[in-house]
């Protein structure tokens, strides 16, 4: 069993910065790597980063790549997710979970999942 809470989210203009933080608890957390998620209003789940249990690898969506880094500190079982430039296509609820795969950006492919954090970027 993992539990996850993610925070940091909230309102920001466009091109602003924000950064999320999953912290995790249960299961020893560099057992498994961390992806984050986000889902805006009616629209399906959708894949943002990914990082390996060792920290090393990464993998992003396109639509946030050389915006947004993953980053993961094992010692305090804590992921992260700076986004910079923020776009108001960015607002969504965002969505940390584990998985046992690497660089999967598939949602059953992850175990377990926070409750999220709303990021909202005005224009």
């Known amino acids: 069993q993992v539990q996850l809470v993610e925070s940091g989210g909230g309102l920001v203009q466009a091109g602003g910065s924000l950064r999320l933080s999953c912290v995790a608890s249960?299961?020893?957390?560099?057992?498994?790597?961390i992806g984050w998620f986000r889902q805006a209003p009616g629209k399906e789940r959708e894949f943002v980063a990914t990082i390996n249990r060792e920290g090393i690898s990464t993998y992003y969506a396109d639509s946030v790549k050389d915006r947004f880094t993953i980053s993961r500190d094992n010692a305090k079982n804590t992921a992260y997710l700076q986004m910079n430039s923020l776009k108001p296509e960015d607002t969504a609820v965002y969505y940390c979970?584990?998985?046992?795969?690497?660089?999967?950006?598939?949602?059953?492919?992850?175990?377990?999942w926070g409750q999220g954090t709303q990021v909202t970027v005005s224009s």
């Open positions: 979970a584990t998985s046992n795969s690497l660089h999967s950006r598939w949602l059953n492919e992850y175990d377990y």
């Open positions: 249960g299961r020893t957390f560099s057992s498994y790597a």
